[in-house]
């Protein structure tokens, strides 16, 4: 049976306004056609009416920067190490609170023991309610550098061979970290970054040779400089980020994923769960570090793209709403920060055929109780979600 939103204000994200008194019907998981409410012409008898007056019509969104191995939270580290059988149950249950949220595309970006590549595969089955997943399959780190249960290499041979493995393995993009100087912090004395400027040029041949996007951790200085001007296909994080960054970034079309409720999230914690005062302040400098990155990005035309790293940080999962709230707050429109959510962001992914609402597109779609061009808070409000046509939420 074939599916009408009937008369709802519907903001397609093709970068058009938002339109009032619209239809949409949906056949066959697809968009099938697009108008003014009053020019439908089909039998209401035949189709499955969903009431838009007093809403809006918006496209799925997508969330860049994941990872549903670990629920986020005060000792997120921590949860990626559970038993394997724990986080896999746990992964399933926050991909499906995370398609509840109106989020019905994500990248996956890292995660222990290929508990990613095996979720996503579960959701393209159909075996689970969950939203269309992009994995990376293991993070690819050097060695000693970043968390233990990455992917480690020593040599540039055996960092082919990681990338190689991880695309065997079934990883839809490479994940690479750069450093890990956790929170920002390098240790005083600490080596140069191992995983250097010549390291990242071979991961980003390698993996686009072989037809992969490849998106960079990088959260210290060094590591924002060395990804900014590699030619990675997204910059995660980059909360140090220089003018002479962005302009390399803009040049190689490297898209930014802010990944800002990390730091909210942290600073929450930070008092709920009495952290160490130096450990506050550490956050409360990278949230600053990070709002005036993305603020700088924004001005100098650097693509941005929705990411909110639930699980990967603090912040918990179902909250992307937060994370649009803080672009706005950066300096984004609406508007612009609703693009970084849905059409930014399927061009980032490589998603063609999702992240707007067009005739012969699937049909993803979020149905708001309230206008987020009007306040980008309006995220919260979901009336339904539609997920290739089948309403989910
Ligand atoms: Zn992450």
């Given at each position: 049976m074939s599916l009408l939103i009937d008369d709802v204000e519907l903001?397609?994200?093709?970068?058009?306004p938002a339109q009032p008194k619209m239809s949409v019907e949906v056949r066959d998981g697809r968009i099938h056609w697009i108008g003014s409410a009053s020019q439908w012409q089909g039998n209401r008898a035949t189709v499955r009416v969903v009431d838009g007056r007093a809403r809006t019509l918006i496209p799925g969104l997508m969330d860049c920067h994941v990872h549903y191995s670990s629920p986020g939270g005060p000792e997120w580290i921590a949860?990626?190490?559970?038993?394997l059988p724990e986080i896999s149950m746990r992964a399933i249950e926050l991909a499906e609170a995370s398609l509840r949220s109106g989020v019905t595309t994500v990248r996956d970006v890292g995660a222990p023991q290929g508990v990613s590549i095996r979720l996503a595969r579960a959701a393209r089955a159909g075996e689970i309610r969950a939203p269309n997943i992009r994995a990376a399959g293991t993070w690819i780190a050097?060695?000693?550098?970043?968390?233990?249960?990455a992917r480690q290499f020593a040599e540039a041979n055996e960092l082919r061979d990681a990338i190689r493995t991880e695309i065997e393995a079934g990883a839809d993009l490479i994940k690479v970290a750069?450093?890990?100087?956790?929170?920002?912090?390098r240790p005083k004395?600490?080596?140069?970054?191992?995983?250097d400027k010549k390291l990242l040029a071979l991961a980003v041949e390698e993996a686009h040779k072989a037809g992969f996007k490849i998106a960079c951790h990088a959260n210290d200085p060094t590591s924002c400089r060395i990804a900014a001007h590699a030619g990675v296909d997204s910059l995660e994080h980059?909360?140090?980020?220089e003018a002479g960054d962005l302009e390399a970034m803009e040049k190689n079309k490297t898209y930014l994923v802010p990944t800002m409720s990390v730091w909210d999230a942290m600073l929450y914690y930070s008092r709920a769960v009495d952290w160490p005062e130096a450990r506050r302040k550490r956050a409360e400098d990278l949230r600053q570090g990070s709002r005036a990155a993305v603020t700088a990005a924004i001005k100098a035309g650097v693509k941005i793209a929705l990411g909110t790293d639930a699980g990967g940080g603090a912040a918990r999962h179902g909250r992307i709403a937060r994370e649009a709230e803080l672009m706005v707050e950066c300096g984004m429109k609406p508007g612009e920060a609703l693009t970084a959510a849905t059409s930014n962001a399927a061009k980032l992914i490589g998603e063609?055929?999702?992240?707007t609402i067009e005739q012969?597109?699937?049909?993803?779609m979020v149905l708001l109780d309230a206008n987020p061009i009007e306040?980008?808070?309006?995220?919260?409000?979901?009336?339904a979600v539609f997920q290739e046509g089948r309403r989910v939420a």
């Open positions: 903001w397609d994200g093709t970068g058009s949860r990626f190490t559970d038993p050097h060695v000693g550098t970043y968390v233990s249960f750069l450093a890990g100087w956790n929170e920002g912090a004395d600490a080596p140069d970054i191992p995983f980059g909360m140090f980020l063609d055929e999702r992240g012969g597109k699937i049909a993803d306040n980008i808070g309006a995220l919260r409000m979901i009336a």
